[in-house]
């Protein structure tokens, strides 16, 4: 499983520190939408020529005008660039047809999917990666109910799934049984009082969680 770090309403230096201090146990970046609002497509220029080796996720959210979105993630540097699942199947398809262009990947974010047609359709267009997404602001009135989400994707065993939407120390227990194949944590980890630790922590227990699952399995 790959812990992707989410660098979300954060300056410019603090993105970069939060990467430094946790570099060692996180897998994947996430420029986030606000961070690409606020610094442009430089940022993730910037961030793939200071970590080359990391895969980077350019959040970029994309909803309509697919092409041009996916083009300008990927020649920032990103390899992979998210598209919101409620846009047209058109744009999703020729986000698609970039990602092949650029040898990247499209990951498609579920956020307010309640709906398996929807995934089914994704399917059969071709998308092999989403994100299952608490977001937020639901995060202010609610919890990640992970058994609805997760129950989403549970006919689609070819899909890769990350999840997202607070997750944090304590509830990374219960999201690691559900085996998602990458875990988003953002403020989990950027607004710890000890970044590197917690990192570190979570990464852990991954490694744990997966060599007793392992074994399990045999
Ligand atoms: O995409 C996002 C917000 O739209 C975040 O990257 C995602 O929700 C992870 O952040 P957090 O762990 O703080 O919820």
Request: glycine letters at 8%.
């Amino acid at each position: 499983m790959n812990l992707q770090l989410a660098l979300d309403r954060m300056s410019r230096e603090d993105c970069f520190q939060a990467i430094e201090d946790t570099k060692e146990s996180i897998d994947w970046i996430e420029v986030g939408t606000g961070v690409i609002k606020e610094y442009g497509m430089e940022i993730v220029r910037e961030i793939k020529k200071a970590f080359p080796h990391k895969t980077l996720v350019a959040d970029m959210k994309t909803c309509d005008a697919g092409k041009h979105e996916a083009v300008q993630a990927f020649e920032a540097g990103a390899d992979i660039t998210t598209v919101m699942s409620f846009s047209a199947d058109q744009t999703i398809k020729d986000t698609l047809k970039v990602a092949e262009d650029f040898h990247g990947r499209i990951m498609i974010d579920l956020l307010g999917v309640k709906d398996e047609a929807r995934i089914r359709e994704l399917s059969d267009i071709g998308v092999d990666l989403v994100s299952l997404h608490f977001g937020k602001d639901m995060q202010e009135t609610g919890e990640m109910q992970e058994e609805d989400l997760f129950t989403l994707v549970k006919h689609y065993p070819h899909l890769q799934v990350a999840v997202a939407g607070g997750i944090n120390l304590g509830s990374l227990p219960s999201i690691l049984d559900h085996r998602p194949d990458t875990l988003i944590v953002g403020s989990g980890i950027t607004k710890s009082s000890d970044r590197q630790d917690t990192a570190v922590k979570m990464k852990g227990m991954i490694t744990n969680y997966e060599a007793n699952d392992s074994n399990r399995q045999r």
